[in-house]
């Protein structure tokens, strides 16, 4: 089993606190440390629980409702903090590496961030993805999912010394992030598999979701839908 991502992770992480004053970096790992220590993650929807509907915007302003793509077969669905964050970086573009082998096994694949439409533009153009990229405005579907949180005031300065605005980057005061996570939906509607971590340099390995689309192949008999069907005029809609 490969684990490209994980070691990419573990690199820029590695890099990434080389570079940040004593003071910075113990401040992160404390602020880290605490969000995981705080248990806020054990409230998130898990493998088992059914998977609340939604419809957000692509980027080109579609509706794209997860009920019609479950008709169609299992969704890969995962949430990231924006395109400003390295790791959510590269944790796109390690789903788009491997969007060819999601297909393949009769799924689809979305990622929603808190980002306004305008930002999860340039996020689809400067990473090359080909995935629908939906904005989730106000998180409201992170609650629904019970993902989202507020970010602790030390993180907060952290990312103004870095030069990243929360409330500028995601359109909302409130200082409000999804947590990581990744979700295996699978044709009914049910979460087949999941994987949420408070730890925001952690993300879930395709390669595991990879392995469970397979099992679910297995059990369904799901055949490979060419990329062109998931957006059928016929399923999703153009925003008004």
């Known amino acids: 089993m490969t684990r490209e991502l994980a070691q990419q992770l573990t690199e820029h992480r590695q890099d990434a606190r080389q570079g940040l004053p004593a003071r910075s970096l113990a ?8 969000l995981a220590a705080s248990g806020i993650t054990d409230h998130a929807l898990r493998t088992g629980s059914v998977a609340p509907g939604f419809t957000l915007p692509d980027t080109s302003g579609r509706q794209i409702a997860l009920g019609d793509l479950v008709d169609a077969g299992p969704v890969v669905l995962t949430f990231f903090h924006g395109e400003w964050s390295p790791y959510c970086a590269l944790e796109l573009r390690a789903w788009e590496s491997r969007l060819s082998d999601v297909i393949a096994l009769g799924a689809s694949l979305l990622a929603i961030s808190p ?3 305008a930002a999860s533009r340039e996020t689809v153009e400067k ?3 080909t995935f629908p990229v939906l904005s989730d405005a106000g998180n409201a579907v992170a609650r629904a999912y019970r993902l989202a949180f507020t970010v602790p005031e030390g993180l907060r300065d952290l990312y103004a010394e870095q030069g990243i605005d929360l409330s500028a980057l995601t359109g909302d005061p409130s200082y ?3 947590f990581p996570a990744t979700y295996v939906i699978d044709s009914d509607g049910t979460i087949a598999w999941s994987y949420v971590n408070a730890d925001h340099t952690l993300r879930a ?3 595991d979701a990879l392995e469970v689309l397979a ?3 297995r059990k369904h008999g799901h055949k490979e839908r060419s990329r062109r069907s998931l957006f059928h005029h016929s399923r999703v809609e153009q925003a008004s």
């Open 27 to 34: 401040i992160l790992r404390a602020e880290v440390a605490g």
């Open 115 to 117: 980002q306004p439409l």
């Open 127 to 129: 990473l090359g993805l």
């Open 176 to 178: 409000t992030l999804p």
């Open 205 to 207: 390995e395709p390669e």
């Open 215 to 217: 099992r679910l192949a």
